[in-house]
């Protein structure tokens, strides 16, 4: 399947490319162009249905237990999932728990909210490169030559956004002894998907019992299964040249644990480790370049927790960090990314729009209070948000947002991969790329009044509860 | 139509950017290819919706009157417009007014019809590079130090079409004493909208009262308002650093100036001039060779009204001038084209269909008869056009069109970057593209009658009404 | 938010471009990347569209019949052509008939299931290159020194796949005395596509008279006609410079041949022949390398019924040979591809899913037995197929197929131009990719029952029906 690119094709990449690519390139450097071209949302659906006057700051809808965690689900059916075309949920897997092996039909993003753990997904293509660690013991045993081998593990970890093309199956597994949280949205609406807008989960084991498919506007009981199920049990006694009792059991059909199962031994992996050199780059945040890459390596992470990433600083107000196809490309393809937000006490991020792109919000941590504002000019939001809690602002509408006092954290969701916000006030925003007499007739306002709506917030993007004015008239 | 890339061009593609870069930049020249390919059009409405059986050449269905101008609105719920997923307005500017900043939820293409005057578009991440003039008279002032800054601004004149991202806010400026005419169309079904495909215009300032946003079905009577009247005048203040009197004044309560509002002292703006060797190229129609530009520079107008700029030319018949990603990069994020026509008195426009794009037509001079044919042989469109009509041949309906005794000028916006058309009759014609032999089987005539069908008309695109036959049996 | 492109970014991408760009490559080869992205589909139905329950392999339904020949219709409205947005047909050509030229809403694959003949498409801006024999002939005759001009004329034979854009005319005609068997498929859900998403046909000549317009719910007897016959006959006496008489003929109101009409005298066409290198390069399957070609010269056509053009081969087995946009570059804009798939007596096709497309799969020869499962595990399809049957399986379905005691043959055309399957069993399959104890808790088996479900079967997409283990415990 996997053709791997010749030399030749390569060298010229490398080499040439300019003109066109280059401008192009630029202006994709500013978001607003190629990628969210290729973007179409909110179709499908009756006519007004991004119509809605008023959005609620949501905690999941419904919870679904397993053996091993908890699985807690946004209902889709909600105006803003509905409008912005994705779905979210949050796994909380406990110690020793394993999400089961499944694909969806929609590109994902997961942000590991809590814990650690790992994760592995099953590229077509792509060679088993690593050996199991059970696999080396076993060598021991002279009865047991079989070597395991299997696809490139990554080990995730709190703060970490994991990207996954549709149709890709990947599995988790917490090792550690604290849970580990991931809340992950589905872009259903995105291009990949060529079924309707429902999220889909396939899965290739167990026997998930519940229901947590999409099927907007309902959460129907009818129990749901792995597509092993589907398949006649000589079938695939015969396509996996085994005997019909271990394809039936493939089936699970008396397997109650649901979608996330307790491992019996914990897990052994076989996981590189650093060097000393690798490390120290490591954690110097060096981004890929994107030359050393081949497919089956790219990376599928990106952690947007360290502080010393962050792209926006302002010690009196926090920080923002984003991952988007600039620093993750594989997003490029996904046409996603994620911001992670740390606003300090009583901070407020300046009132903007998203430009391109749906903004999903999940709180982690704090309060605070946001409004969001329509184009009539209508507040279809104003109050208090709260860790666990989902917002979102659609394409375009204008947001301002408060921490509490104890700081407000976030991770927004964006469906596109280069996301851009336009701000209405402080040193990056549209009211310093107007002219102050633009600003004074249209306000109505006096020249000196202009003046201060232009330049009385020197900030970007983050502004610190007390701060003054730069300039006084 | 087809313009051949030129030699530099077709080098530089051959020295760099190799295989299918090659290809796909060669058929992207065409196109048809790429381009269009990203598009997509028709979707969110119940099944049958382009299935009318007539069109309508249609003036603006409502008119909301400002202070200083009106702005005329077409139905977006007629057939053309629902569509094409398009919607259309039309701006006239008095003297000293100004059309207040806004930015809109779907790139916009804007034809100056009449008139010129200042457009200014606040593009985030993009410096402030102009100082007013007002703000270098303020300095001789020793009590007033305070240097104004803004973005860009753009003196646009007739003849300019004017290209805008989604969510990008701009405004325009009449500094003449004539009025000064736009005539718009906002792509919603473009891929960047990420919402439903209602047009929506979020006001930066203002108190428009008058409903103009899209909603499909209906032109609703209630006010809008700017996105400021949906903020807490508390968070306002916060955010601009001013005080809650000032801040509660931005929401411009009691403004009942509409969306075009008269300027108090004429705007005055520094307007860099043309050195003599640079107005020399730019008469000269330069393309922009898309090396020397940066995004925040980028071209977002061109003149498609400048004879000496026509793409086809025929001195009996009159003149076809394209804006296209070819010659105004920024198009290809839109995916939107326009052509200028100008049709001498009866030439006829050869009959042809649009390959690639919906044909969106403002007739701004003049009359003509335009016949338009469905997929089933059946005229839906037949009758006389006449200035100030929108008429829109939708995707791959065939077309002819006759100027009347005055002449027809129209500009056709496309929803296509690249958009094509192929035409039935004259030199660049699929009948000769087609063997002889299949012309007189597929239309039972003689050989010597498909030749006249072949061969009678050796114009191109545009034929002078008294044309004769080149091939004579 | 806006980050300003650094100076080092600046750099690479104006000496290179490497990165993202070297990535992009690379994953596009994988398939699953950019192209899909680019896909959308599904869309502009009510919510529920795909929830079908049960899938059938169906055969046409609906004829008719032509002068010389007959045209097979599938419905539109069942479920399996709705879900995927396409529409398909197959004309019978018969001796010396002529299939009408015509230009759908669409981009179409045209499959050569029987017999030989030409093909003609009407490219606009490309030159009339080829010169009928006819002609040729015609210039012995002194009275007669006219040369016709035309396009170029492609050979088609059996096994080919032809690519066709949307919005370009082109015919077929059969000189061959076995029957022009074609099978085709239109992507009505293409994003080229900017109407809605039923199929049109627009005739350039004829009197079709039968409906075989897509209209979605409905065949409808309505007669239909080719455009000309919407258009005033002064209005094409004009614009093709002839008498009245001969534009009223141009109408063909009085033609009861249908769409495939039969030639009087056999079309003569002057057809290149190989030198012996190129046909032996020919035959060596040598890919286009990109460079060589202009558009107007860019292949349409490729031949996958050629065994030593197999990408997957297995001698127990069977073979399959894929056309997508790595062979054929023209497929990348019309983002469709074409698999042929020849499995022997009793053989098994991977169970697997559809990663990025749906696949509409027309049976050519024999029959099989094929399973299809749905995200909930349920059966939507389990049956026999069989020669001329159509039978889609929807993205991310997963499928099983077994040919019967004659074997199975198909051609299945893809919704993406690097359609990617990831399969469940076998060497290359997501089993392989997980670690044993993954798939030991995931299923409850123990780890030697793991190392068969992942070892046991070492064959690659087609297995062998007497296979034997690899792994014995």
């Not at 949501?58 to 803003?80: K, Y």
């Not at 988790?172 to 291009?191: C, G, H, K, W």
């Not at 996904?334 to 391109?356: C, D, E, F, V």
Request: aromatic fraction near 8%; include cysteine; proline fraction near 4%.
């Amino acid at each position: 399947m996997a053709s791997v690119p010749s030399l030749v094709s390569l060298c010229l990449l490398v080499l040439s490319h300019a003109c066109s690519a280059q401008l192009e390139q630029v202006t994709s450097q500013h978001g607003w162009t190629r990628v969210r071209g290729e973007q179409r949302r909110g179709e499908g659906y009756s006519l007004d249905e991004c119509q809605f006057s008023r959005l609620s700051a949501r905690e999941p809808d419904r919870r679904l237990t397993s053996e091993a965690g908890v699985t807690d689900v946004w209902d889709e059916n909600d105006d803003q999932f509905r409008c912005a075309g994705a779905a979210a949920l949050r796994h909380t897997i406990e110690e020793r728990g394993l999400l089961l092996p499944a694909y969806t039909n929609a590109p994902k993003l997961v942000y590991v909210d809590q814990g650690q753990g790992y994760h592995g997904a099953a590229i077509p293509g792509c060679a088993e490169t690593f050996q199991s660690q059970e696999e080396s013991q076993q060598q021991q045993d002279p009865r047991q030559g079989f070597r395991d081998q299997h696809q490139k593990i990554r080990k995730v970890r709190e703060g970490d956004v994991i990207a996954l093309p549709a149709g890709v199956a990947d599995w988790f597994y917490n090792d550690a002894q604290t849970p580990l949280v991931l809340v992950q949205i589905m872009d259903t609406s995105n291009p990949a998907n060529q079924l309707d807008n429902n999220f889909r989960k396939f899965f290739l084991a167990g026997n998930p019992q519940q229901q947590i498919q999409g099927q907007r506007g309902q959460f129907s009981g009818q129990g749901f299964q792995s597509i092993f199920q589907g398949f006649d049990e000589q079938f695939l006694a015969e396509a996996f040249n085994v005997d019909t009792d271990l394809a039936r059991r493939m089936k699970n059909e008396n397997d109650n644990r649901g979608v996330i199962v307790r491992v019996e031994d914990r897990l052994q992996f076989l996981t590189p480790e650093f060097s000393e050199e690798e490390r120290s780059e490591y954690q110097r945040g060096r981004p890929a370049n994107g030359v050393e890459e081949t497919f089956c390596s790219a990376r599928l992470k990106q952690n947007i927790n360290d502080p010393s990433r962050a792209d926006v600083y302002n010690p009196r107000a926090g920080r923002i960090t984003s991952v988007n196809s600039h620093n993750l490309p594989i997003l490029r393809s996904l046409r996603l990314s994620a911001q992670k937000g740390h606003l300090y006490q009583n901070a407020i991020m300046a009132p903007h729009w998203n430009m391109n792109a749906h903004s999903i919000c999940y709180f982690t941590r704090g309060t605070g209070r946001v409004q969001i504002v329509d184009e009539n000019g209508r507040s279809v939001f104003d109050g208090e948000v709260r860790e666990g809690q989902i917002l979102t602002a659609p394409h375009n509408f204008a947001v301002v947002k408060r921490a509490g006092g104890e700081g407000l954290e976030w991770v927004a969701f964006k469906t596109n991969d280069q996301a851009k916000i336009s701000q209405l006030a402080g040193r990056v925003s549209s009211m310093r790329a107007f002219p102050e007499e633009v600003i004074a007739n249209s306000f109505q306002v006096s020249r000196e009044e202009a003046r201060r709506l232009k330049f009385n917030r020197d900030e970007v993007t983050l502004f610190s509860p007390g701060s003054r004015s730069q300039y006084r008239a």
